[in-house]
């Protein structure tokens, strides 16, 4: 059997070479961390599922699934089917069902496993040399989600019972549109664009009920944030303009100078929305869309990592 799964593998091994040459966009993003090192957070024997399965091989499916934005069942078959998804994983013997994707995503939400992997790769990112800077953005947006139906045609339906409800999810109106979901808070690094804290919240949290920055740090924020202080010692938060009191001059341009200051944090949000499909979650749990997001996040500091060092 050993010999059958060995041939297999290195059949796969030579088709992805073909893939390769036409342009494989996840070629090199796998080697810019030593996913090795992740192993001790799951304890020395670790293993998932039945068959067992290695959680780096599991953590990498999750990633795999933040960067396409596709459901446990869709990565299921995509793995099975395509050699560059196969190559990124290293060639697996076994490739796990959906379930125990799913299993897996539950498990990360019991405890502080994904926090410590998120420290891990940036200690890695320092490691690699580079180099982080006091200047940070914060910023939100609205990760959306289906209600449900609140005629379902189930009995007795209550909270944590079978229904169609998102159990989670709130609704909000922003201007004329109304949103219905939950809402991702992300600080960035203004130099290099990477992601350095993520929260979750349901769409109804105001943004500047927020906080993800350091006493040492200086924060540029939009005018969703006004009138909220920051931890930040250096507090960069465009002015608004109120009823009866429109903006001075001057705290026009020094609106028009912290929006070219904070651009830079539009673009991990319109990647994770436009290339990664991570605007829409089909979850209907706060924990679960955590975990999906933060993979998100860190799938997109992967790419990004690719980016800076390359250059």
Known sequence: MENIF?????????NYERVKKLGDRLDGVSDVIDWGRLRKYFGEDAKVGRPSYDPILMIKLLALQSW?????????????????????????????????VWRFREELSNDNTLDDIWQ?????????????????????????????????GMNDRGRGQPTTRNEDGTWVKKGEKSFFGYKKHVKVD??????????????????????????????????????????????????????NKSLTIRQRLRNKRIVRKRSPGERPFAVMTRVMNGGHTRLTK??????QQVMCCITFNLMQMKRILQT
Request: charged share 30%; proline share 4%.
């Open 68 to 100: 396409y934005g596709i459901s446990d069942e869709e990565l299921e078959y995509q793995v099975a089917d395509r050699n560059s998804f196969q190559k990124f994983l290293d060639f697996p013997k076994d490739i796990p069902d959906f379930t125990t």
């Open 190 to 243: 203004k130099d290099n664009g990477l992601i350095k804290r993520v929260a979750i919240t349901t769409a109804r949290i105001a943004d500047n009920s927020i906080d993800l920055s350091e006493p040492d740090e200086i924060v540029y924020r939009d005018k969703g944030y006004y009138g909220a202080k920051p931890k930040a010692k250096g507090d960069a938060t465009m002015d608004k303009a109120l009823r």
């Open 120 to 152: 891990d790769i940036e200690y890695q990112m320092k490691e690699k040399g580079i180099k982080f800077s006091k200047g940070v953005i914060q910023d939100a947006q609205f990760i959306t989600a289906d209600p449900g139906k609140t005629n379902s």
């Open 286 to 291: 706060t924990y679960r869309v955590f975990v």
């Open 6 to 14: 060995s041939l297999k593998q290195f059949g796969a091994s030579l």
